[in-house]
């Protein structure tokens, strides 16, 4: 089992302290590891205990997030390159690509801003 903790990190250096998650596989798949880190959100959310809260600003009370709804999502935006995905400071490309967990992993996904005009 390791402890893998996530780190969302910006290209203009904003840098998140991040928050661990216990994985008892050694090696997965980054599409899984994505789908693990949106259902613990999701999880955490639902308990009121949001690790990243989400701004709401309706009058209603914001519809509680759905995991695999949530998770397409995320699948999509990393194939869009709206973020990418380090792992010991190596670049994962491909959602079936395979990361090494040991304890202490930590994986850093940096959100993609785009240019300007560009």
Known sequence: MALVT???ETTSGD???GWGVEIFEERLALRELIRRRVFQEVAE???GSAVRPRPYN???????PDPEAE????LRAFERNGFLVLVAERQLTGLD?????RPG????FLRLVPLVGG
């Open 105 to 108: 992993t930590e994986v850093v």
């Open 6 to 8: 996530f780190v969302d």
């Open 58 to 64: 309706g009058s209603a009370p914001a519809p509680a």
């Open 71 to 74: 998770t397409a999502a995320a």
């Open 45 to 47: 959310a639902r308990a």
């Open 15 to 17: 840098r998140s302290d």
């Open 97 to 101: 690509d395979e990361v090494e967990l």
